[in-house]
Structures are given as structure tokens and as C-alpha cells.
């Protein structure tokens, strides 16, 4: 049965391309004008309340040209923790794509298996990583392998839920065609159930991305790993420690923009494999 | 006859400006039993016998005649003292004089009011095995250590770039398996519970081998309560050096404070750590007061490692006014 879809009269090529250049821009303004003008409210609020309510006590919020300062003055500090924690934060990940991707294909092979291991998936999410910290730390020792697993440990549960709920999710009908033309076990994995699968693969990889970011400084901040030379974590310790409340301030925001890099890739990512997806199928009818 | 009117003008005028200052000093009430005060002094850590001044003053109340009463809290691993009575979620506090001069630089209004050990009680433990017998023996070695001025100094002055540094848990624990691990302490609870657990270790005192001497567990406070209640501030240090004299003499008031608010405390602990307090000094012979060569001395330290200008003034950050007279 093929679809048929209504084209309307193709234009020139130029024309074609002037009009999508114009409208991207345009779009783009439009996309990101608002969010700009709440972060500059945001930061005049954040300056005037710095330099009235806590004017003198700039140590518990520190003005935004402090933080701007702080900067400034410890590039290679902020870059040498961002290095690190984004090091830790991607290992992270990656193993938690592997091992939630994994476990996802094994239990959405019977209804036996999920109900058998989908209990302990659930509990990798709710076993309170801080408590059990320190017998990460015995197994592993004082070392980034602990940092990563513990990243790994926050961020695998969202990968394995999704991955698995797209994958019990294929249409019957496109599973009966499928069955119908004989298509073997793995022919259907990889043609149908996986590519039908990608937006909620997707789901849980934005997700997972800031998480094994979170886990990744958490992990940071319990075992102090590295010293001077540790990531973003390890160096919001040392920051305290000497009441640098402006370096502080820099070194979690670098923190909160490595997530939120770590999101904007999945999502860039995952936009585009679905987008050629779709076209492809598309493609194949016309 | 003008002369007569304008000396009796002065006067007069003099009468109503003193009597003015009178009234705003009077302010602030006196103590008396009619009106009763609580002070809360923070403790850094859990409770244990290195506090013990303060406990003994929070099982005594000394100020109790005049109507203060002192709430001794213990604190823990994610105690910022410091900064929490800056905020004013307590009225004083105990902290090393190294962080005190930190957080002045800072900007933190805060003070010391009274000095607790004249000789710090921080040390570095290792295995015997190791052979570390001075502080530069600790390249090549994970140590365990909360960050703080103390080390970062250590770190700078012995030239340990090759030392791995890692969180300060507590714990024994690590350290009895892992030979390799230096672990900071105090030289009289965890050098007892060391050999206790039948470790052999040596002991690398900051004081004394690294030359390192801030003013211990210090009592501070803000300039805030120093100028709107200096009488309580008078009362509150006149209660912890009571507390340190009755601890040296006899720990036993102080170990059931600490067992009280504290119940993980093994008692042999707290008697071997009282004995060592003592018998070593670590007090020294007048308890409470601030000499400031030593503040300065520290100030010149912190500033080689840039935590500090070297033209910072020292004297902003402690007091002796309040000490009994």
C-alpha cells in the first residue's frame, strides 16, 4: 500500500534556498531571543540583590562581576576542571549507554526476562548512590574509576527504562508484516523495532546526559580524587575551603553549562538520526 | 561674669553629651538572672574529648548566676563553622586561627574572642612500615586530609607535588588496609585508636615537625555580638577557660557531655586523649590568652602561599579584651 502525498510545484533552486536561509535566521531570532532576555533579568536582578541586600556580604553571594572576575583570574583552574569532569562524565555515560542498552535488548526479548530483571534495573536507580559511596570507594579505591561508576550508577537507569519502553513498543501491524515475509529475529530487531524505537532511546539519552554530569561531581565531591588536579567537584572543595566564593560560583556554573553541553549533543544527535529516518521512509514510498 | 555662663554652658552641655552616651550604652542590658541568655557555641566536628573545655563549660554552666546559659552543638563533617556563624546560625563558634585570618580577608566579620590549645593538636599519621620520618617523606603517598589552609601551607613550604590527595573520611578503616595512605589526625584520640586497632604507625606532628602552629579550637564570634553584647561575649569566655582549667584537673564533667551529645565515643579513647591534653601542655600555661607575634607569624605563612597580602593586618581578627582579668 503506498502512500501518496499532495507535492505542491517545486520552485527554482535559488529561490528555493534564499527562502530557507531567511526563514532559518528569522526562526532562529525567534528561538532564542526570549531566553537571552530572561538571562538578562535575570543577571540585573542578581546584580542589584548582590549589591544591596548582601552588599557587605558579598561571601554568601558573591556579584556577578565577582564571578566574572573569578573567571578571569583561574582560566586554567575552570578548563583543567572542566576537562576532567567532562573526561569522568562521558566515560560515564558511555557505559551507561552500554550496559542500559544491553540490558533493554535482553529484556524486551521475553516477558519472562523483564518481569525476572526489570525489579533489580529499579533498584540501580533508587540505592542511594552517597550512602553507598564508600563501598564504591573500597571496591575501587580513591581514583576517577570510583567517579566513573558512581556517574555510570546515576545515569544508566533512564538509558535502560526508555530504551527498553520503545523497544516493547513496535506497531503490532508493522511486527506482523514483518512476520509475515519471514523476516528473521534479527532482520525485525534492526530494521524495525530499534529504528521505531529512537525517540524514546532519545528520551532517555537527554536525560541520562546531564545525569552522568551530576553523578560525575557528586562522585567528585565525596571521594576529593585528583587534588589540585581533580575536576569541577574536587575543585568546589578547595574553594571553600578558602571562602573563594566567586571561584565557587564560576566553578558551578561550569558545571551546570557541561550538562546542559552534554544535553544539546544527544539532542542534536538524536535529531538528526530520527530526521534521516523518517526521510528515508519517506523517500522510499514517493 | 560670661566667663562664669560660658563654663556653665560647656558643663552642662558635657552633663547632657555624657548622660547621652550613658543612655546608648545602657542599651545593651546587663546579665542578671532577671534576664536569662543562651549562647550557642558551635562545635567543628563530632563531639569528643579534644573539646572538652567547652563540654565541661556546657555541663557546668558557669554563667548560670548571671542568667547565661551555654549551648554547646556538636557539629560534623558538613559543619562550616566559620561561615554558619557568620550567617548567624550560632553565636560562636571554634575554629583554627588559620581559617579565622582567611575568612577576615574575606570579608567575614567574625573574631576570635579566645584561645583553647596554645600547641596544635594536628598531625599526619603513617605506617611504620613507610619509614616517613619528617614531612617531605610524604611524596609518593596518598594522604586523607579535609582542604584547608593547613595543608595547602604543608604543601607549599615541604614541596609535596608528588602527593596524591584524597577526602578526609574518619575512618580507620582505609587507612588499616592501605599502607600506602597518610592520614591526618589528632595526636590524641586517633593516634590512641590507631594503636588500639594494633597498627604501628608514625606520628608527624604539624606544630612541632612542620612548623605550622595556628591557635587550636579556638573560641570566635562576629563583631556583631562583640558590640551589642560584649557582656555575654565576657561571660561565654569566662565559661570556656573555667571549662579547660576543671577539664585539666578533672575530665569527668566534660566526658559525660561528649558521651551524652555523642553516644559513638568510646570512653578509653576519651581518657587516653584527656591524659595526653595534659600531660603534653597542648593548653599551654595560660589558657585563653592571644599572643600576636604568633597571629603574625601565621599571617606571614599564609601569605606565602597567597591566601593572604602580606600587608594584612592580623590584629583585626582576635582579641584579649574579654579575657578574665
Known amino acids: ?286 | 561674669m560670661r566667663t562664669k555662663m560660658i563654663v556653665g554652658a560647656i558643663a552642662s552641655a558635657a552633663v547632657i553629651a555624657l548622660s547621652a552616651t550613658a543612655c546608648g550604652s545602657a542599651a545593651s542590658p546587663a546579665l542578671s538572672m532577671s534576664n536569662p541568655q543562651t549562647a550557642t557555641v558551635m562545635m567543628n566536628w563530632f563531639a569528643q574529648a579534644e573539646q572538652g573545655g567547652y563540654w565541661d563549660a556546657m555541663q557546668n554552666q558557669y554563667g548560670k548566676a548571671s542568667g547565661v546559659t551555654l549551648n554547646v552543638k556538636q557539629g560534623g563533617p558538613g559543619i562550616q563553622t566559620i561561615p554558619q556563624v557568620a550567617a548567624g546560625q550560632a553565636d560562636f563558634g571554634i575554629a583554627n586561627a588559620d581559617e579565622i585570618i582567611v575568612a577576615r580577608k574575606n570579608g567575614l566579620p567574625i573574631v576570635a574572642v579566645a584561645a583553647a590549645y596554645d600547641t596544635n593538636l594536628q598531625c599526619m599519621m603513617s605506617h611504620k612500615s613507610e619509614g616517613i620520618t619528617d614531612f617531605p617523606g610524604l611524596n609518593g603517598h596518598q594522604v586523607s586530609r579535609v582542604p584547608s589552609p593547613y595543608f595547602d601551607f604543608l604543601k607549599s613550604h615541604f614541596k609535596l607535588t608528588g602527593v596524591e590527595e584524597i577526602n578526609y573520611t574518619g575512618s580507620l578503616a582505609d587507612f588499616k588496609r592501605n599502607t600506602n595512605l597518610v592520614q591526618q589526625c589528632f595526636v590524641t584520640s586517633d593516634v590512641y585508636q590507631a594503636k588500639q586497632e594494633g597498627i604501628d604507625i608514625n606520628v608527624l606532628s604539624v606544630a612541632k615537625d612542620g612548623g605550622y602552629n595556628p591557635y587550636g579550637l579556638l573560641l570566635f564570634t562576629t563583631e556583631k555580638v562583640v558590640k551589642e553584647k560584649p557582656d555575654l561575649v565576657r561571660s561565654v569566655v569566662d565559661s570556656s577557660i573555667k571549662g579547660w582549667k576543671n577539664f585539666l584537673a578533672n575530665p569527668t564533667d566534660a566526658k559525660t557531655a561528649v558521651m551524652a551529645a555523642n553516644k559513638d565515643v568510646d570512653p578509653g579513647t576519651f581518657d587516653a586523649a584527656a591524659k595526653v591534653i595534659k600531660d603534653g601542655n597542648y593548653l599551654g600555661d595560660s589558657i585563653g590568652t592571644f599572643k600576636s607575634d604568633r597571629w603574625t607569624t601565621l599571617r606571614d605563612q599564609l601569605a606565602t602561599i597567597n591566601q593572604v597580602p602580606a600587608s594584612f593586618d592580623p590584629s583585626v581578627a582576635f582579641t584579649n579584651d574579654f579575657l578574665p582579668k
Open chain 1, 1 to 286: 500500500m503506498t502512500i501518496q502525498i499532495a507535492k505542491s510545484a517545486p520552485k527554482t533552486g535559488t529561490e528555493l534556498s534564499h527562502n530557507n536561509t531567511a526563514k532559518k535566521s528569522k526562526s532562529f531570532m525567534r528561538a532564542a531571543l526570549p531566553p537571552v532576555i530572561v538571562m538578562v533579568i535575570f543577571l540585573v536582578g542578581w546584580s542589584v540583590v548582590a549589591s544591596t541586600i548582601y552588599g557587605n556580604r558579598n561571601y554568601l553571594l558573591p556579584r556577578p562581576e565577582q564571578v566574572l572576575q573569578a573567571i578571569l583570574d583561574n582560566p586554567g583552574t575552570l578548563w583543567q576542571g572542566i576537562r576532567i569532569t567532562f573526561f569522568e562524565a562521558t566515560a560515564g555515560f558511555v557505559l551507561a549507554i552500554l550496559v542500559g542498552f544491553a540490558g533493554a535488548i535482553i529484556m524486551s526479548q521475553s516477558k519472562m526476562l523483564e518481569r525476572s530483571l526489570y525489579p533489580y534495573a529499579v533498584l540501580l536507580q533508587t540505592v542511594p548512590v552517597v550512602a553507598v559511596a564508600p563501598i564504591i570507594v573500597l571496591w575501587f579505591g580513591y581514583n576517577q574509576s570510583a567517579v566513573i561508576v558512581i556517574a555510570f550508577m546515576i545515569s544508566v537507569f533512564p538509558i535502560l527504562n526508555n530504551t527498553l519502553l520503545g523497544l516493547l513498543s513496535t506497531d503490532r501491524n508493522h511486527r506482523d508484516l514483518f512476520r509475515m515475509h519471514k523476516a528473521s529475529r534479527t532482520t525485525e530487531f534492526l530494521q524495525l523495532r530499534l529504528p521505531s524505537a529512537l525517540p524514546n532511546i532519545f528520551a532517555g539519552l537527554r536525560v541520562s546526559a546531564g545525569l552522568a554530569v551530576v553523578g560525575a561531581i557528586v562522585g567528585e565531591f565525596i571521594i576529593g580524587s585528583g587534588g589540585e588536579e581533580g575536576g569541577l567537584g574536587v575543585k568546589v572543595l578547595f574553594a571553600q575551603s578558602r571562602l573563594a566564593t566567586g571561584l565557587l560560583f564560576a566553578e558551578v556554573l561550569a558545571a551546570t553549562l557541561l550538562g546542559f553541553f552534554f544535553f544539546l549533543i544527544v539532542t542534536l544527535v538524536g535529531n538528526r538520526l530520527i530526521k534521516r529516518w523518517h526521510e528515508s521512509a519517506l523517500k522510499d514510498d514517493a
